[in-house]
């Protein structure tokens, strides 16, 4: 029945039998029909593609983390001039105070000087940054969130600012964790530095895994025979294990960790893309091509490489939540990212650890929870739409 | 009642629709016909016109619910088949009506004997076990023409040949001694002297049971041959019915006038015998090593092509005949340098033997090449014009946008297709209008020489005849000398000055076409013809089963 869907134009005179000419699309990006055809399919899986709006509001959002929350203020006027000093250091005398240091704008000594100049100061919506501590915490930390305090809990730090109940201290919406950090503000970097690490180890560990598959796949033969057994003795290495013993030899940094995850994630793409390439070798297009004298980069690049996307494409989602798992497992264990740094992982910790303080647990849960199922909903709306066998009612 | 009891099979009014996606397809639209106790209607129509889709309703086969049908009702023997329920309906399914479809190679289950396929029909609808369903077994296998049965019964699909497999899957059908037997084009994928074989058993085994037979064909010659009623289709529609004589004779419908008339028109290139030489094989050999044991060591050779001597001259078409596995395919492929060989090649006074893939790039210009299958050679990802211009750059980088634009049109309007094509995406085209942008590929680059690897047999009839003239039109005009591989000698004989009849890599016979076709000297030969163009089986022992 396929026969049926493309356009049938009749073949009866050889003159003109093409009918109807369709004039070039006029859009500024030109998607192929074949595209155009998948991002109707992807849109068709509604549940995935509210995900990947979601996800990208939420991303968006995480990426200025420093808008959002931060302890720093965006502008403040003092003595009629302005400064901001979310983009700059301003040492404490620029606002008359006494030492050299950076400004702490938190400190009610300084707001008082800023107060007392008749200037302003205009603050992100959270004045926490993921390293800021709470110096009012009413309970020991990790404090519960702000609106779930009793009057009694306040009382000491309601006394001791001079307000009349906890509903005017400064709200920590999801508490704070056992070093007085506030946990939104936590969650914010944390979201952003998981999904940043998910997509620069996915990028990388494709890029290597996509070429090294595709040089295997289209030379076959010894190369790919070579290749594939140490492909085969690299995967047995309990790579677990192995990031362990490096982590905890080399000091854990963003790149350090990205690095040694790198060592064991490139191979996953690798069988997919060779069979893809092992297959599209031998497409009479390809031979078309060489009989053109088309050669073997750019038969590789322009002919085969498409073909093995659309296998790429359906795994990348899956490849970019495994990536964020790996990252939280490893902070989880105390192997990721260094101690103060902002982690789902050590959130996850945390909350373990302090089986009294519920809030850092379960919003840690719900967070990674949220995250990783976006992002399969959204691998699973890009597996349908590079389905093309897929049909929608 | 009465009207219902020489009908076997009634067809009234029946549509078939597809939904894909929002869209809704009419596949098949009002069609009536029926069938009579052991007649042969046969269902002619090109790819698309909606045969098989009507053939599967009988069986209820289509992938509900994404098939509906908005019309009709199919009585069989008088009963209901389309409201029946799916209980009912598998207790007609392989008893009353089986069917047998094109590809032999899916149609069996690759991991089961041949005994065990036809025993679980045996089983399912008769309870026949142990010796009772082995002696059926082996009946049926004689009654269908398989040699040695006994010996078979333990084979499994992959061991038999594309002729024998057929003959297994009609052993299957006729297992339970149907009323009817669906034919969905059961002789397509197979060889023109097994394609004759098969037609004959076919033949045999009805008026021996006296079954019914509902033929799904596209070529002309086995309806004639084999039916009494045809009907012919297009665009779903049933455009003309009747006996087999008066439509052959008398068509009344247009379309079925111009598949009538679509034999391609026999005019080949002239010989001449004073023109220079284009490309020279001497002892050409294509072994493929089979290798054994730990050690991998050479145990022998496949010799897809044995030591081929071919000479074609300037403005010449040679042409290639020969069943599947002849080496045919692999002697073009050769000639091209795509694959490696043994044996000189000479490509106008230039000896290209050996020459590496960067040393052959100069000559990649002057030889082209048009495969079989319009849907698999051009990259779906690329636009047309993209696939056109990929020659230009390599062999011409310095080229500016316009010249290769300008180019891209000329072939496009030499290939009969509007110039607009070029930015559209090879799948909104139909096969033979594929075909034709394939052809432009090849002759942007101004080629002298161009080898057709089966450029017709993906087509349907028309389609083919118009691929034909337009083959012979831009030989005339281009001075094109062609290398025309093919197994359909009616195409051949069309287009080939001289001919080369292979088989096992082998050259059987060869000369100029017009004489060999008149008086073919051997037996294989003989044949060939004789399957190819009168449908009829040779003598034991001369071909391949």
Known sequence: MDDRTIVQVPETSAQSPMGLAVPPSGQLVALSPINRRRWENFKANRRGYFSLWIFLVLFGISLFAEFIANDKPFIVQFDGKYYFPIFRTYSETTFGGEFETAANFRDPF?????????????????????????LDVPTPAPSPPTWMLTEQQCAEVVQRK????????????????????????????????????????????????VAAGAVQGYFGGWTDLIFQRVIEIWTSVPSLYLLLIISSVLVPSFFVLLGILLLFSWVALVGLVRAEFLRGRNFEYIMAARALGVSNTVIMFRHLLPNAMVATMTFLPFIISGSVMTLTALDFLGFGLPPGSASLGELLKQGKN??????????????????LSLLIFIGEAVRDAFDPRKTFR | MDATVNKLLEVKNLSVSFRQG???????????????????????????????????????????????HPSGEIRFKGAELLSMSERDIRRVRGNDITIIFQEPMTSLNPLHTIEKQIGEILLLHRGLTGQAARARTVELLTQVGIPDPESRLRSYPHQLSGGQRQRVM?????????????????????????????????KNVQSRLGMAMLFITHDLGIVRKLADKVCVMKEGKIVEQGPVERVFTAPTHPYT?????????????????????????KDLKVWFPVKRGVLRTTVGHIKAVDGVNVAVRKGETLGIVGESGSGKTTLGLAILRLISSQGKIV??????????????????????????????????????????EEGLWVHHPKMSKEGREEKVVRALRDVGLDPEARFRYPHEFSGGQRQRIAMARAIVLEPT??????????????????????????????????????????????????????????????????????????????ALFAAAFNLETAAEGVVAQ
């Open chain 2, 347 to 388: 490509f106008l006074g230039h000896t290209i033997t050996g020459l590496n893939f960067e040393k052959m790039r100069p000559f990649r210009h002057a030889m082209q090449v048009v495969f079989q299958d319009p849907y698999g050679s051009l990259s779906p990802r690329m636009s047309v014009s993209d696939i056109i």
């Open chain 2, 170 to 202: 009609i052993a299957m059908a006729l297992a339970n001694e149907p009323d009817l037997l669906i034919a969905d084009e059961p002789t397509t994928a197979l060889d023109v002297t097994v394609q004759a074989q098969i037609l004959k058993l076919l």
């Open chain 2, 257 to 281: 006038r111009a598949l009538l008339a679509a034999e391609p028109k026999r005019d080949p290139a002239p010989l001449n015998p004073a023109a220079p030489v284009v490309i020279d094989t």
């Open chain 1, 162 to 209: 001079g307000l009349t109940g906890c509903r005017d201290l400064e709200y920590n919406w999801l508490g704070t964790d056992n070093q007085a950090f506030d946990v939104v503000a936590r969650l914010i970097y944390g979201f952003r530095i998981s999904v940043l690490f998910g997509l620069t180890l996915t990028a990388i560990s494709s890029i290597i895994g």
């Open chain 1, 354 to 371: 302090n089986i009294q303080a519920p809030w850092l647990g379960i919003s840690g849960f719900f967070t990674v929870a949220i995250l």
């Open chain 1, 110 to 134: 300084l707001q008082k000087l800023i107060a007392e100049s008749g200037g302003y100061t205009i603050w992100p919506p959270i004045r926490f940054s993921y390293d800021t501590h709470n």
């Open chain 2, 449 to 526: 020489f161009v080898v057709l690897d089966e450029p017709t047999s993906a087509l349907d009839m028309l389609i083919q005849s118009q691929m034909v003239d337009l083959l012979r039109d831009l030989q005339k005009r281009l001075h094109l000398t062609y290398l025309f591989i093919s197994h359909d000698l009616r195409v051949v004989s069309a287009l080939a000055s001289r001919l080369i009849v292979m088989r096992h890599g082998k050259v059987v016979e060869e000369g100029p076409a017009a004489e060999l076709f008149a008086r073919p000297q051997n037996d294989y030969t003989r």
């Open chain 2, 22 to 68: 929002s869209r809704e397809t009419l596949a098949v639209d009002r069609i009536s016909f029926d069938v009579a106790p052991g007649e042969t209607v046969a269902l002619v129509g090109e790819s698309g016109s909606g045969k098989s889709a009507t053939a599967l309703s009988v069986m209820k086969l289509l992938p509900y619910p994404a098939a509906s």
